[in-house]
């Protein structure tokens, strides 16, 4: 496509964009530069969601091995051996493999889908589409943030493949388990993988949050203020600016890491034993590591909530058929968790002989940062309340998220309060928490977004009655396999253990831990439908017939079916009103490029 495309004028303090339409002939197209090295914002957002599906189906994968284990412990499974070899010996699986699963599960499922698979997707193809833009600030730079997410992916698998296997010390891979190569077999060649894999990340992360902050505070279209901004996109300018900030820190406390492995240097190591004799390293602390991790973990976790918040809102107000309540509230909100959650990382190390008096203070913003999240939950509620409710597989997803988000969170308030905490911590009431908070959630606002854009993808729906059935097994599974590990962490079950028959205080959980694996299986299935669903859709799926199949407000609707590079095929539309005016003077709804009469 020319460079006229991305043309530019602003007018006094309000940043907007007018392109000009390219009157040359576009450039010829490849296979390779329209598929793969592709510059289209809506291409790379493909690419992150299929990378991020393939990512989940492994990720997925490895819970449904380490769950076999943790819910029949004394039985053997051949099928293991033979896929698995010596990891798996005699069908049983190893101690050491157990950990490499849980912490590729945690990495992969927390980093590569739900960060990547995530932000990547939606980011990219609703950013330039819902504030009118060509295409994204810098397209090139937006090809290479997915090309070092897919270089972190193949390193990341290939650490699967080495004959020490992946790294396992846990997705937080704390010293001085992970500085110490001769700690474990985890910490071997798989720690470095997964060190340098993470780089990688991470610099795909700052390329791409640079380019959606610029984006979408210099590329909008003529009328669209930021108050006229969707919730989604303020949620994706929200979460760029979170990334842009914390993962630096990430970056820097990896790069000691790889120092203290490789160059002799003691950041995180000091007066270490191994086989009764001292290591040279002094002066280290492995608590400095923590507070550099939950720098950019907390954060992390916001990072991963706050793009499916701006989703859910969109889409709830589309489906309900109603204005969305306290639109203001909602921005407010997201700029106080974003703001909040750089305060309260110090929350995940309570036991760390923290301070009390800090620890209080943590407490303090901790329960905080509550009060944001419940503004949402009240105003998606108050939306719902008396709409025209379309129960669109999208809807359906939606409401699963705010549903989960309310039970998780509240069990936030148990673990934000740090007496409590210690007591909980490194329990299954912590999995169970954060899983349902933040894991399972996200996955319902993903699903969500992809049910309601897929027809903007790829010009086609997907099916209906697989997206019912994909959403019922899964919501109910979630709590099936979740809820009951709030009891198990209230009677004191350790998390990270691979066999727990053996303490008589925990056998009255045995059926459970069975049922839950059972449960565990037939939720990854139904992934597998879905899966079946996305694709086969792509290709057989019915066709999308008009502009604007949900009848929504925001300008991505006003483009065609299956929009080129550049999006519109004339001028892009001029923005004139806010993008919620539903059920309003008469009408069921009014696109924001209508003028006000």
Known sequence: MSDSIYMQTETGSNSYQRNSFPTSVPHKETFITKYIFSQDHKMISKQFLTTGIIWAIIGGLFSVLFRLQLGFP???????????????????????????????????????????????T???LLIPLQIGARDMASPFMNMLSYWFFF??????????????????????????????????????EGMDYWIIAMILFVASSLLGGLNYISTILNMRTKGMSMARLPLTIWALLFTAILSVLAFPVLLAALVLLLFDRHLGTSFYLSDIYIGGKALANEGGNAILFQHLFWFLGHPEVYIIILPTMGLVSEIIAVHARKPIFGYTAMVVSLMAICVLSFL?????????????????????????IAVPSAIKVFNWLTTLWRGNIRFTPAMLFAIGFVSLFISGGLTGIWLGNSTIDIYLHDTMFVIAHFHIVMGVSAFFGMFAGI??????????????????????????GAYLIFWPMHYEGLAGMPRRYLDKSGWASFSQFHQLDAMITVVTIIVFCVQLLFLFNYFYSIYKGRRVRTLNPWQANT????????????????????????????????????????PVA
Do not use: C
């Not at 896929?83 to 849980?102: D, N, Q, V």
């Not at 704390?174 to 985890?186: C, D, E, F, K, T």
């Not at 190390?349 to 901790?366: A, D, H, R």
């Not at 004139?576 to 490029?593: C, L, M, N, T, V």
């Open 74 to 120: 004394e039985e053997r499974f051949p099928i293991l051996e033979t896929l698995f070899g010596h990891w798996a010996a005699g069908g049983m699986i190893k101690p050491e493999f157990y950990y490499a699963l849980t912490t590729m599960h945690g990495t992969v499922l927390i980093f590569f889908v739900l960060t990547a698979g995530l932000s990547g």
């Open 451 to 476: 049910y309601h854009w897929f027809p903007k993808m790829y010009g086609r729906f997907m099916n209906n009655t697989l997206g019912f059935i994909h959403f019922w097994v899964t919501l109910s």
């Open 555 to 594: 300008l991505e609707w006003t483009t065609a079916i299956r929009p080129g590079h550049g999006n519109w095929e004339d001028e892009i539309p001029e923005v004139y009103r806010w993008p919620y005016d539903y059920s309003k003077g008469g009408r069921e709804h009014i696109p924001q490029a209508e």
């Open 122 to 124: 939606f980011a990219n």
């Open 151 to 188: 270089a972190a992916s193949v390193v990341m698998l290939s650490s699967l493949f080495i004959q020490t296997g992946p790294a396992a010390g846990g997705w937080t891979v704390y010293p001085p388990l992970s500085a110490l190569s001769s700690a474990s077999p985890g910490s071997k």
């Open 344 to 368: 309260v990382w110090a929350h995940h190390m309570f036991t760390t002989g923290l301070n009390p008096f800090i620890g209080s203070v943590f407490v303090l913003f901790t329960l905080l």
